[in-house]
């Protein structure tokens, strides 16, 4: 079964999203500070961020995860819910992860 970690303050996103996964173990963190540590204590597939969180933004978290030698960075996904500006895309981009804007997760699936 595919373990996967969801780092999202979207309840909406976030609800829509593990009925996405469903038949999939996921673990849900609505802040980094507890994705971080859920990422030192277990054992993830792949982790699917959010760009922008109140705690540490998705950049943020990658790096962390790099710097603690997780090996997590190679199954790491960002995801936004805003608007993504051309330098927003750029400044991902230099990070060398795939980005999903969650209006097309939204819309790929029944939010209700």
Request: with cysteine; aromatic share 4%; glycine share 8%.
């Amino acid at each position: 079964m595919l373990r996967v970690l969801v780092i999202d303050d979207d309840r909406m996103v976030a609800r829509v999203i593990l009925r996405t996964l469903r038949g999939c173990q996921v673990d849900l963190a609505d802040y980094a500070v507890t994705a971080l540590q859920l990422a030192q204590e277990r054992s993830y597939d792949v982790v699917l961020c959010d760009l922008s969180m109140p705690d540490l933004d998705g950049q943020q978290v990658l790096a962390r995860l790099r710097a603690a030698g997780t090996g997590l960075e190679h199954r790491f996904i960002l995801m936004t819910g805003g608007a993504f500006t051309a330098d927003g895309a750029a400044q991902v981009e230099a990070f060398g992860v795939p980005v999903v804007e969650a209006a097309r997760l939204c819309g790929a699936a029944d939010p209700s």
